[in-house]
């Protein structure tokens, strides 16, 4: 299979053959998923040491596993939120946050909730699963912090972070933000998610049907998409992505 679609030259490697695609691109979006932060350290989903696989991830990814035992629920949460306070974001990051301020069109929509595209740079990030660094009290609720040991100073009871727990809902201004996004955009690109869950799988299916073109680039392939892809980018994303942002500025200037 060859990697380039036939109306970009086949002598273009698939690095320059996107740096095409983003230099005509009027309206960009990049959907990034956990390989996008996994060069800062953050365990991913999927990952065999990842914190999700341990017993406690089980134990306390539902909302009311708050209620059922609230302070096993607030030690795995506060220890979950201290590896990501102390990660950094990685040229992965940094390289979106440029081709968010070269062409401001650009959305930036992730299943990360670590933070780390806004701590680079990142504008109106749209965190489909939410944010670790935001905490909130479902209780009485109160959103704004501070937090001291992860209770609600309004009303005492035990806070929770603002990120989407197995069996909760996404929420709908983001999630539709998001699907207007892919929409709207003739150019649409698949940054380290294995993009099978929803609503991951249907936002490339959306701006494809909408007449966007796609760029995946993962480590891993992705055979749902990869087929309809322009141009499938195979790879780290903190290597890619600086290439591709060192290609993009280079023709601007
Ligand atoms: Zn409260």
Request: include cysteine; proline fraction near 6%.
């Amino acid at each position: 299979m060859t990697p380039v679609t036939t109306d970009i030259p086949s002598s273009a490697s698939p690095i320059h053959a996107a740096i095409e695609l983003l230099c005509n691109a009027r309206r960009i979006v990049v959907f990034s998923g956990a390989g996008l932060s996994r060069a800062s350290g953050i365990p991913t989903y999927r990952d065999a040491d990842g914190l999700w696989k341990s017993q406690n991830a089980l134990q306390f990814s539902h909302a009311e596993d708050l209620q059922r035992d609230p302070s096993g629920f607030t030690k795995f949460w506060a220890q979950r939120l201290s590896t990501i306070e102390s990660a950094q974001p990685n040229a992965g990051h940094a390289a979106l946050a440029l081709l968010q301020r070269l062409r401001p069109a650009t959305r930036l929509v992730t299943q990360n909730v670590d933070g780390l595209l806004t701590l680079a740079g990142g504008q109106d990030v749209l965190e489909l699963h939410g944010s670790l660094r935001r905490w909130r009290c479902d209780r009485c609720g109160n959103r704004s912090g501070p937090w001291p040991f992860h209770r609600c100073l309004r009303c005492g009871a035990h806070a929770r972070p603002d990120v989407v727990m197995f069996g909760e809902m996404l929420n709908a201004g983001v999630l539709l933000d998001a699907q207007v996004a892919a929409q709207e955009c003739d150019l649409f690109m698949v940054v380290g998610s294995t993009t099978i869950v929803y609503p991951a799988a249907e936002l490339p299916q959306t701006a494809l049907a909408h007449g966007a073109r796609l760029i995946t680039l993962n480590l891993e392939p992705l055979p749902h998409l990869d087929d309809a892809a322009a141009v499938v980018l195979r790879g780290a994303s903190e290597d890619l992505l600086p290439q591709l942002l060192a290609g993009l500025s280079g023709q601007r200037a």
